[in-house]
């Protein structure tokens, strides 16, 4: 019996028994999955039972199971009032839509440090500078009169405009995002009105709040814009629609439950993920006061057992 290697055996043997070692254990460069987004809510959908009883409502938002909400406008309350009122309740603030395009310096600078006071990370811009649109608003045929004259100038003005509170924002210690509606996808030649606006915004400076079921009802699907904007929207909207609608950049479809609707929610929940969206916010149109909350819980209980799949 052989009972000696020579050297080259000797090699062979130990470089195998590393590869063994190695195959064994988990890989160091292996990035693990990402987690799917939180489940919030936009609160505008519970704008009514908030107006009744802001102490209540956001209590019993909390009831429902969801730990993070964003605002769109604060009954109210000041900075200080909103910080410890989500504190008490156990909630997230992630930010709120506050700005507008055609608002004066002094009023941009207020809603930025409100935010910041609140530590609400994002202030929202949920509208472009829509010149034929006079406030307040009477009735939604004068809103989509105004909508349907917008041109690619005006998307251009608004995202100059963005880019100048962004960088505002950014020195207060808050993100400016841009909320989309369908309105965005207004066509331009070959391209939408989203296009430019993101051409045009500083990527660094300016994120997007991509509402899923919106640019759904305009006709265009989410997922390549999500995978092309990979690491700019970190905030997402999620409404649902019923089906047999004619896809349309101003019309808005009748709403259904999410989960009871049309939109293809396993689908939408995997690109969230891979595109490293962190936050999903409920935000159903039409939804009865006396049905909210109810409506909030199953949504969430849904779109929660789907991510886990």
């Known amino acids: 019996m052989k009972l000696f290697l020579n050297r080259r055996q000797m090699a062979v043997g130990v470089l195998g028994l590393a590869a063994c070692r190695a195959a064994a254990r988990p890989s160091a460069n292996k990035n693990p999955p990402a987690p799917p987004p939180r489940i919030g809510v936009g609160l505008y959908m519970m704008r009514e039972l908030l107006a009744a009883d802001f102490d209540k409502g956001l209590a019993d938002i909390a009831g429902t199971g969801i730990t993070s909400v964003e605002f769109a406008g604060y009954f109210g309350r000041s900075a200080a009032r909103i910080r410890s009122a989500l504190a008490a309740n156990g909630l997230r603030g992630v930010g709120a839509h506050c700005l507008r395009p ?10 930025i440090a409100f935010c910041a006071e609140a530590g609400l990370p994002y202030a929202i811009a949920p509208l472009p500078l829509i010149p034929a649109l006079k406030l307040p608003i009477t009735s939604r045929e004068e809103a989509q009169a105004a909508v349907l004259k917008l041109t690619a100038s005006d998307f251009q003005r608004s995202a100059d405009i963005f880019n100048r509170f962004a960088e505002q924002a950014k020195q207060a210690g808050v993100r400016f995002a841009y909320h989309t509606h369908g309105l965005d ?21 300016v994120d997007f709040e ?7 009802s305009a006709g265009v699907d989410p997922i390549p814009l999500l995978e092309r904007l990979k690491g700019r929207v970190p905030l997402a909207h999620a409404k649902d629609w019923q089906p047999g609608y004619a896809p349309s950049p101003v019309d808005i479809p009748a709403s259904a439950p999410i989960g009871r609707g049309s939109i293809d929610w396993a689908r939408l929940l995997a690109a969230l993920r891979n595109t490293g969206v962190a936050d999903l916010l409920i935000e159903q149109e039409q939804a009865p006061k006396a049905e909210l909350l109810e409506i909030l819980r199953d949504s969430r209980i849904y779109l929660e057992g789907v991510a886990r799949r």
């Open 210 to 216: 991509l509402d899923l079921g919106n640019s759904i």
């Open 185 to 205: 996808f207004l066509p331009f030649g070959d391209r939408h009105a989203f296009d430019i606006m993101v051409e045009r915004t500083d990527p660094a400076l």
């Open 102 to 111: 055609d608002m004066a310096e002094a009023e941009v600078a207020e809603a």
